[in-house]
């Protein structure tokens, strides 16, 4: 099993930065892809980013793109998204996942584990 904790969420100007950390315990991180997804008041879940094991290979949603990285550093079982140029449309809880599956995927369908989400507002 992996438990996995969120941070580094808040309030934010349009323009402005956050980094996000998904931390992880349990059993081996570095065995486990690692998603990162979004859901907005009234709105379903949204496929946000995905890092491979190794963290070679990434996927990020178009909507991010050019904004957003994903990293992660298994020797500290920690998963990071950062977020630059955040817009107003960027408001969400924002959830990491771990899964077991063998290739990065956008489905939510796909991750196990998921940590209790970090509240991220963007203010205009």
């Known amino acids: 099993q992996v438990q996995l904790v969120e941070s580094g969420g808040g309030l934010v100007q349009a323009g402005g930065s956050l980094r996000l950390s998904c931390a992880a315990s349990?059993?081996?991180?570095?065995?486990?892809?690692v998603g990162w997804f979004r859901q907005a008041p009234g709105k379903e879940r949204e496929f946000v980013a995905a890092?491979?094991?190794?963290?070679?290979?990434?996927i990020l949603a178009d909507s991010v793109k050019g904004r957003f990285t994903v990293s992660r550093d298994n020797a500290k079982n920690t998963v990071y998204l950062q977020m630059n140029s955040l817009k107003p449309e960027d408001t969400a809880v924002y959830y990491c996942?771990?899964?077991?599956?063998?290739?990065?995927?956008?489905?939510?369908?796909?991750?196990?584990?998921w940590g209790q989400g970090t509240q991220v507002t963007v203010s205009s």
């Open positions: 996942a771990a899964g077991s599956t063998t290739y990065v995927s956008r489905s939510y369908t796909e991750y196990d584990y």
């Open positions: 349990g059993r081996t991180f570095s065995s486990y892809v």
């Open positions: 890092i491979s094991r190794n963290g070679w290979a990434h």
